[in-house]
């Protein structure tokens, strides 16, 4: 059964820089779509980024957008690299993966969580001075 494990979470200072990375073992990701999703103390949770199974196309929200960057490290790690970190941007980060429906993934990738059948545990991301 796949199963996702994020790392690289942790606490940094506004301004600063994070690499959120996650990983499949024995499964290659680049035949799903996968979505970074966030969810701070009090909050709804948030999707982040998802980038797509055929082409590669990314998709961020306004408020992560020019900050954040998903791309595909290889078959079975996607990785987050944020930016400019505020602490608007704390939270528990998960990753998730679409795998469709019968081999076929919809595309482009969609930020609606109910697309998403695999996530994993979460890594703390605090953006504090």
């Known amino acids: 059964q796949l199963q996702l494990l994020e790392s690289g979470g942790g606490l940094v200072q506004p301004g600063g820089s994070l690499r959120l990375s996650c990983v499949a073992s024995g499964f290659n990701l680049e035949l799903y779509n996968i979505g970074w999703f966030r969810q701070a103390p009090g909050k709804e949770p948030e999707g982040v980024s998802c980038?797509?199974?055929?082409?590669?196309?990314t998709y961020y929200p306004e408020s992560v957008k020019g900050r954040f960057t998903i791309s595909r490290d290889n078959v079975n790690t996607v990785s987050l690299q944020m930016n400019s970190l505020n602490t608007e941007d704390t939270g528990l980060y998960y990753c998730?993966?679409?795998?469709?429906?019968?081999?076929?993934?919809?595309?482009?990738?969609?930020?609606?969580?109910?697309?998403?059948?695999?996530w994993g545990q979460g890594t703390q991301v605090t953006v504090s001075s």
């Open positions: 980038i797509s199974s055929r082409d590669g196309i």
């Open positions: 998730a993966a679409d795998v469709g429906i019968r081999g076929v993934v919809q595309n482009p990738c969609n930020m609606g969580r109910a697309w998403y059948s695999y």
